[in-house]
């Protein structure tokens, strides 16, 4: 597993950046149902999805949710306990705006044959936020996020995967775990957990617990 780059400390997270695809719907509402309105990071993520559908999917999250969620929308503040999903057809990327960050969509080329792809998400919050990223990857075909996994692990941030048994398809986490680049592999009802004990600062155990 890459160490974290010489240099550049791990620090406490400071965005939750997730991805997912094929089966990806469920698994994220999962997630998201079991954090609470008071979660002390914004929350970005990409869904592989066409547009309109993104719209309907970040309402049905909201009203699921503690968490506030709607579809992001270019220039929209990140700000703790918000979730921005990313439109169908766009990409979605972070950028950092004074003392704090913001969305920028675009409709640049596909990557992974996918817009919106999660790995220009991973690396522009790599760009953003160095080592103060915690990146989450759910169940998806393909291996999108594998690249963007990279540059966050070179960061210093950790990245953490659902596990195969619990996954509809292996593919995204997959290859990031095969990779040597997933900081823990975890089965969905223990992701949520994890993230919120890396938030609270016990970072070093969501560094070892599930880690294979």
Same mark, same amino acid.
């Given at each position: ?5 010489? =240099?550049?400390?791990?620090? *406490? ?6 991805? +997912?695809?094929? @089966? ?10 079991? $954090? ?9 993520? %990409?869904?592989?999805?066409?547009? /309109? ?11 699921? +949710? ?8 270019? =220039?929209?503040?990140?700000?703790? @306990?918000? #979730?921005? #999903? ?7 990327? %972070? !950028? ?5 960050? #913001? ?12 817009? *919106?792809? #999660?790995?220009? $998400? ?13 990146? $989450? ?10 690249? =963007?996994?990279?540059? $966050? ?7 953490? /995967?659902?596990?195969? !048994?619990?996954?509809?398809?292996? @593919?995204?986490?997959?290859?990031? !775990? ?6 823990? %592999?975890?089965?969905?009802?223990? /992701? ?5 004990? !890396?938030?609270? =600062? ?11």
């Amino acid at each position: 597993m890459p160490a974290p780059a010489p =240099g550049r400390p791990a620090l *406490p997270p400071q965005v939750l950046a997730i991805g +997912c695809s094929t @089966g990806g719907p469920e698994a994220l509402s999962t997630v998201l149902r079991a $954090l609470p309105a008071s979660l002390p990071v914004p929350v970005v993520v %990409v869904q592989h999805m066409p547009p /309109v559908f993104t719209a309907m999917f970040a309402q049905r999250l909201d009203s699921q +949710c503690a968490l506030r969620v709607r579809e992001a929308q270019d =220039g929209d503040r990140l700000e703790p @306990g918000l #979730v921005l #999903v990313a439109p169908g057809d766009f990409h979605m990327t %972070v !950028a950092r705006s004074g003392t704090g960050a #913001v969305v920028r969509l675009d409709r640049s080329a596909q990557e992974n044959f996918c817009r *919106p792809a #999660v790995d220009p $998400l991973f690396r522009s919050v790599a760009q953003a936020y160095g080592s103060a990223v915690l990146a $989450l990857v759910l169940t998806g075909m393909g291996q999108d996020g594998l690249l =963007g996994a990279g540059r $966050l692990r070179e960061a210093g941030a950790p990245v953490l /995967v659902q596990d195969a !048994a619990t996954s509809t398809v292996w @593919g995204m986490p997959g290859s990031i !775990a095969n990779a040597g680049l997933a900081t823990a %592999v975890l089965p969905l009802p223990q /992701v949520a957990p994890a993230v919120l004990t !890396a938030l609270s =600062g016990a970072r070093a155990a969501v560094l070892t617990a599930g880690a294979r």
